[in-house]
Each structure stands twice: as C-alpha cells, then as structure tokens.
C-alpha cells in the first residue's frame, strides 16, 4: 500500500543522521540527502549518498538508501531489481530473519522491513508476515514512526490472510504506541517552547491520519470475524474520522450487506463519489472495480444472478481497463515485476472476479462459462479445495444437462412409449430404453486434459480430498491450539509481545486457507468432505467405475456429521453400486425406509461463504439460493422414503422376488403427490405385470401412463385396497441435480 511506502522511505532515510559515532560531515551529507529524497529530488538525494559512499565504504546502509533513491527516481517499477539487490545486501552481512535474537541483530531490521515490504507488494504473504512477526518483539528500539510502520504492515497482512483476531491485537498496541508518542510530544513542546509550529501541526495530523486508520482497519476486523455490534461502533467511528469518502462508505455498505440490508447497501455504494478516487497508480487501488464487484456481490445475495453476472463483467472490464494502463498486459512483464509502479502491483483483481464469476454462472445454470472462469481461477488458487469441488459440479452439470433433459428416451409426459410398429394383431408397442451406464464422456483424449468432462471431473474431486487435512491430524492441531491459547492467555496481560503475533495462535491451527474466499473451519471442512465424497461417489457411478463409487459412498455414510440429505444420496449410491456388482442382498440394507430420517441440505447461514466486500474484493459464495429444495429432490421424508420404496422394489425385481417388488411399488405410489409418476416407476410396473402374465393391464399403464392395481390376477387383497397415486418424478439412484445445490457451503 501506498502508506507503507511513506513509511519506508522516511525509516531508511533517518537510518544514516540517526546512527551513532558519525562525523559531523557525514551527518549534514546525510542530512542533505533526506531533504532531497522527501522533496521528491532523487537525483539530487542520489549525489549526495555517493559522496556518502566515498567516506564511508563499509556502512552497508549507504547503499541500501541509494538503491530505494534509484528505486523510487525510477517510478517504483524496477520491483525485481530491488528485491534482487536487498538480497544481496543480506548475504553481504550474513544475517537472516530467523537468526534474529537479541538486540544485536536489531540494527539491521530496516533491511528486513524493506524485505517484508516488497513481499507483501509480490503477494507473498507468509514471507512477509514471517519477517514482521520476528521484528515486532524488537520494537522498543526504535521510534515511533517505525514501530507504526511494522505495526500497520502486519495489520494488513493478518486481515489479507483472514486473522482478524491478531490484528486486533495489533491494532491495540498501535493505540498505546500512538498515546505514548502524543504524550512526549506534548511533554518535548513543554521542555522546548521554540518548537516550529508547522512540525507540531504536521506531527498532530499525523496521528489523527494514524487513528483514523486504525478504525478502518478495526471494521475490517470485525467484519471478518461477523461481530455485528462492535463493527456498528467502529463504523460510526470510521464516518466521524473520514467523513463520506470513499472508503468509509464502502465499508459501511459492506456492514450493512453482511447484515442482509441488502438495498441500503446499495444506496450506500451508490452515493459514493468514485470519481475523486486518485486511481490504481498512485495507490494500488481500483475504486471502480471494487465498486461494481460488490454490486455483483450484493445482487448474488439477492437471488438476482443475471444481475450479478453483469456487474462482474463490468468489474472486470474496469479490471482490465487498469491493467492496460499499468502496463500489466499479457506480455509477461507482470511476471518480472518489471515496469509497473510497485504499489500497483496487487491492483490486478482478476482472478478473484473470475472466480465470483464462475459461481454466480454455476447458479445461473451456465456450467461451461463457469468452468472456463474457475479453471483461469485454478492456475492461480490451486490449493483451495473448494475450488476443486466447484469444477468439478460444473463438469456434472455440463454432462447431466438441464432438467428437461435428465429424463432423455422416458419423456415424463407422453410416457415411455418410443414407437408403435406394425397394425392389427401385428401391432407392437416399442418402449423407451435410458441405458446410460458405463458411458466414456471424453473417448480418445487423456482424462487430464482440462475439459468438463466426467472424467476431468474425478481428477478434480481427487485434489480436493487430498488438499483436505486428515481426521486425526485436524483433532491433533485443535487440541495443541487450545493448549498454546491456554498457556498464552496468563502471559498475554503481562506482555505485549503475546503469542498473537508469534504465528503459532490457535488460529492457524482451526482454519483452512481456501484463497481468494474466507478460510473453512473445522465444521466446514467435514461439511466439505461430505460433499466432495458425495460428488466423487456419483462420478465413479456416471463412469461405472462401481467399486470406487461403493468406496466414496460408505466413506461417506461413516462421517460423523454428515446432513440428512448426502446420507440419503449415500446410501442411493451404495445401493447403486451394489446392484451393479450383484451384490442384491446388501444393497437391500442400503434400501430400507427406515434409513431415511431427514432430507434437509442442512447449509446454516454461519457456514456459508459471507463475500466481504470492502475494497479487498473477497469473493463470495454464500447462496440464498442454495437453500431452495431442487425441483427433482424430495421435499419431504416421505417422498425420500417412496424413492427408497421404490429403488427397493427395483432390487427385489433383479432378484425375481416379483410380488415384494410389487408391493413396494404400490406402498411407494400411495406416498406421494398424484400425477408425478417417474417414468421409471411405469417402466417396473409394466414389467412386473408382464411377469405376472398380465398382458392387457400392462397396456392399460402404458396408455394411462400411471400405476393400477393388479385386478386381472391374484394379488394379495391389502393391495387393491391402497389408492392408486402418482410418485414424485426424480431419476431415483443417478440423480445428480441436488449437487450444485446441496453442496454449496
């Protein structure tokens, strides 16, 4: 960020009049060349740290300065080349960050904060909050602006990486630094009553500059965390401070939006004056992208998906448009950090659109848009699991096609007569067949190759289980991070350099990084593991690969917190798979009734993706949306348990057990809604009439298209008693149009 730069310049400047036993010649050099810098005179700064250089040769920090001089006279845009030259410099003194460990080694922390600096401009997160987490335990050397400086650096670092609670920590310590800087100001005015006037203006807006960051980042904070009460308090600061500008309504309109007003957020974005943003290259900022991105958000939480899909085509129209300016084009030169300005660097948002793009497409119903957006996503956030899961429906949804299409060769309606050949007593009625087993979606190319095929499918569900931590491994990291916040909490009053800022809170140890989107916690990712298995075991059905499937889908049924809905798809998949392996009698115990207890998609509203969609642009995933039953599932636990009842009587009917098939397909008709009969359900009944020898009453279903009872043989009597009723049309064992939905977490 920009201010971090300010912050820089001025440390590494004041390093050389600062030091101790220079002669007083090199002081007013040095003096001199400060003066030039801030004044923008780089060249001039520039002579004046040579002849620096000529006296004194060995002082490292001569060079460190001319290089930021050459640095910034460049306009910022030679990242690689500073980069590769502090590095040199650090293998000039031997020294590395992690050798840092007491105050000797403190001398050299400006050469590590400008380290973290350009890391945290690269994107590289770990590195930087690594290098500043080692340098605020050494704080108390230096003055003020420094300590603010790593302070505000890993303030923004822990909210990039989504630890609000360690930047409020942070935040907290900032607020005593800054107290503690404006009392001996105050008390070095008293002493010093000659002081220049337009210094104390300067320092005092300074601090105010200073305090009404803290508030932002403090609403930030507790955003992330969704604490809705002390985010309304810090808002009402954040407006007193900065007054109507850009940011503060942005986060404003980003409180307001998590708190489901979604048209007061709206207006309030609306009302904001993008126009006197300065713009992307002074301070690394797209207002505009950002602007239409949480319109998209905003209107995704709404249900309004075209809408949605339209701002975010708008954002990255604007997203490109910058990157056109900035010279960060297709031409590789982003890759070198080579001619664009560095605070620039993390204006590009392209990724993190496309990824918002490529859901909202999934819910609009366009998988293969989507998959092009998410597989451009997946080159860059190739560790997100959740990702992997999302291309993954889109490949089932491009191969399952829409709901009209899922009943292919058993039209519902005219029922699942294909043709009629021949006349009078030659006359034969030709049923409808949907064989669609064992089908090969990609044949003659390698599965690997990135098309939404099934086959692609599987390889993405393998990633996202192997991305995912193991049981034991989870419950081991949860119990050492209730240990560490334990031992911590006694020591955390006494000290302000507490476990917060060590990296080893147990924050790190409860959450799963899921870049760009929030990190899932514990529960999420079981509910993530539900849903990757159940997706696996439908895939490995789709490409009959039978035993895998039985695999994923008894993984599956041995979770420990598993939802209604993915047990009653797991133990249709087992069955499935079961049959096809002629295991009849086992998968019948997968087929009980009674194994049915509920159907909710159980998805609670705290385990949804919340977009926060301030200036960061953290996509979103949460989905209104995704609560509604799809049209082909059962709504209810009897409409479960007649689809049961039915893939029961199917099973009995492998086995020849034709009167039990019967029976359950009677007892499944009486359970649902009339005229929902699935064609399949016809299809049994008709061939277990024929069975029965009932030729006439098998033609009689296939021209009313509904079930009758059984009048021209001798079935038992409780059957002619039961009311002939329609059952709920859902392909009963492949039925893959409850992923997009139950799924989403």
Not at 39 to 49: D, F, N, P, R, W
Not at 448 to 462: Q, T, Y
Not at 468 to 487: F, I, M, R, W, Y
Request: hydrophobic share 35%.
């Amino acid at each position: 960020m920009a201010e971090n730069m300010t912050l820089e310049q001025n440390e590494t400047k004041h390093e050389n009049p600062s030091s101790l036993g220079m002669p007083d010649q090199e002081k007013v050099i040095a003096a001199n060349a400060l003066d030039a810098f801030t004044a923008g005179k780089y060249e001039e700064s520039i002579k004046h740290l040579e002849h620096l250089q000529e006296l004194n040769k060995d002082d490292y920090k001569i060079a460190m300065n001319k290089a930021i001089a050459d640095f910034y006279k460049g306009g910022q845009s030679t990242t690689g080349t500073l980069k590769q030259t502090l590095m040199a410099m650090k293998n000039k003194v031997h020294t590395s960050v992690e050798d840092i460990d007491g105050l000797d080694d403190v001398e050299n922390s400006l050469l590590y904060y400008n380290q973290a600096i350009i890391h945290y401009h690269m994107r590289q997160y770990s590195e930087a909050i690594s290098i500043g987490e080692k340098l605020y335990q050494f704080l108390e050397p230096f003055g003020m602006l420094f300590a603010q400086a790593v302070c505000f650096l890993l303030v923004d670092l822990y909210l990039l990486t989504f630890q609000p609670e360690k930047a409020l920590h942070l935040l907290a310590v900032l607020e005593k630094l800054t107290v503690q800087g404006g009392n001996k100001n105050s008390k070095g005015e008293n002493a010093n009553i000659s002081k220049d006037g337009a210094q104390k203006a300067e320092f005092v807006a300074m601090i105010e500059a200073a305090k009404s960051k803290m508030h932002q980042y403090k609403v930030r904070a507790y955003i992330q965390m969704k604490s809705s009460k002390a985010c309304k308090r810090e808002i009402k600061s954040v407006m007193n401070t900065a007054g109507n500008a850009a940011p503060s309504l942005f986060l404003k309109s980003n409180f307001e939006y998590l708190r489901g007003n979604y048209r007061k957020a709206v207006k309030l974005l609306n009302s904001s004056n993008i126009a006197e943003h300065p713009g992307a290259i002074k301070t690394g900022e797209c207002v505009r992208c950002m602007f239409w991105n949480n319109l998209g958000c905003i209107h995704f939480a709404m249900g309004k998906h075209n809408l949605g899909i339209f701002y975010f085509k708008k954002a990255l129209q604007e997203n490109d448009h910058t990157c056109a300016q900035l010279g960060d084009g297709s031409n590789g030169q982003s890759k070198k950090f080579t001619g664009i300005p560095m605070c620039a660097l993390l204006a590009n948002k392209r990724y993190e659109l496309l990824y918002n793009c490529g859901i909202q497409l999934l819910h609009i119903g366009r998988p293969l848009a989507a998959f092009e957006c998410l597989m451009e996503a997946v080159q860059v956030y190739h560790s997100n699991p959740r990702l992997w899961l999302r291309l993954a429906e889109c490949c089932i949804a491009a191969n399952k096609g829409n709901s009209e299409q899922e009943s292919k060769g058993l039209p519902s309606k005219k029922g699942i007569v294909q043709s009629i050949v021949g006349q009078g007593y030659h006359r034969k009625i030709v049923l409808a067949s949907q064989s669609t087993q064992n089908t090969i979606y990609s044949e003659g190319q390698s599965a690997a190759i990135p098309v939404a095929s099934m086959e692609f499918a599987a390889i993405c569900l393998r990633n996202g289980l192997l991305l995912l931590p193991e049981h034991q491994q989870q419950d081991a990291k949860t119990e050492n991070g209730s240990k560490t916040s334990s031992q911590s909490g006694s020591t955390e009053s006494g000290s302000e350099n507490s476990d917060a800022c060590s990296g080893k809170g147990q924050e790190t140890d409860k959450f799963l990084s899921a870049a760009p989107s929030s990190p899932l916690r514990k529960q999420e990712v079981e509910n993530l593991r539900c849903s990757i298995l159940a997706c696996s075991a439908y895939v490995a059905l789709a490409l009959g690969d039978n035993l895998m499937a039985l695999n994923h889908a008894e993984k599956l049924l041995h979770q420990t917190k598993l939802s209604g809905s993915l047990k009653f798809l797991g133990h249709l998949y087992a069955a499935e798979a079961l049959i096809s392996m002629d295991r009849i009698s086992d998968a019948i115990g997968h087929l009980n009734p009674d194994n049915v207890t509920d159907v909710s998609l159980g998805v609670a509203p705290s385990e949804q993706d919340q977009g926060l969609d301030k200036g960061d642009l953290d996509p979103v995933e949460s989905c209104e949306s995704g609560k509604q039953t799809p049209l082909c599932y059962p709504s209810s636990v009897s409409s479960a348990r007649a689809m049961m009842l039915f893939n029961l009587g199917s099973a009995y009917c492998v086995r020849s057990e034709y009167e039990k098939a019967r029976k359950c397909l009677h007892q499944a008709a009486s359970m649902v809604n009339t005229k929902e009969i699935p064609p399949e359900a016809i299809l049994l009944g008709v061939y277990l009439e024929l069975q029965n020898g009932n030729t006439q009453l098998a033609l009689q279903i296939i021209k009313r298209n509904q079930l009758l009872p059984s009048t021209l043989s001798t079935p038992p009597p409780d059957t002619r008693k039961k009311p002939v009723q329609s059952f709920q049309p859902v392909q009963p064992i492949q039925m893959p149009s409850s992923f997009t939905q139950v799924q989403r977490k």
